[in-house]
């Protein structure tokens, strides 16, 4: 007797249509939170991964269904090889040694197990991942930047007009005690003709303030730009 579960758990059109229709619902709502905030992937992207994960978990579901495969989850395993090539496209190490798209490519991979779920039928687990996917990417940044702000590790790009005044600055920052400091030479060019370019990491003791201790840096001879690096 055919039931209201078979309608939607086998292969049918009714199914093939809700699937892809909650596909494109759920990952475009992930697509238009990166897409609103610039990030490389967004609404169609998201999209086009989601749907076509979906597609080809439900193809892996109508092959085993038509032609007895016994691996339901061969094709679904390729997708998540294939996404991993797309989201590395999102990715980008600037000159000031600043990656950027790591969570723009993570999402991509979530919406496409996202398409895997509702390919194979687990509804349920795909709307649920879908919500905590947008809560991750829309929400948790806020919390995510209210403890860098408390946090003590300080990144940043320095341009600077001279070598006299690199040491300066070097120098400073050595008087900071800090517990543990890096400087290497960027392999950016300098805005000003004879500049130099470098990043700095460093730990800053309990007694500085972050903010502080960058204005301090700003107000230093010689510096024409600084950045921290997030």
Known sequence: ??????????????????????????SGIIGLERGANRHPAGFRTHILVCVGATLAMMTNQYITEVFGSTDPARLGAQVITGVGFLGVGTILITGKNKIKGLTTAAGLWASACLGLALGIGFYSGAVIAAAVIFISLSLLPKIENYFYRKSRVLELYIEIDSIENYRNITKYIRSLDPAFYETHLSQTSPAVKGGIAFNISLILPKSLNRQDTISRLESMDGVYMIEEIS
């Open 1 to 26: 007797m055919f039931t209201l579960t078979d309608c939607f758990y086998e292969i049918n059109i009714v199914s093939i249509a809700a699937r892809l229709l909650l596909a494109v619902i759920l």
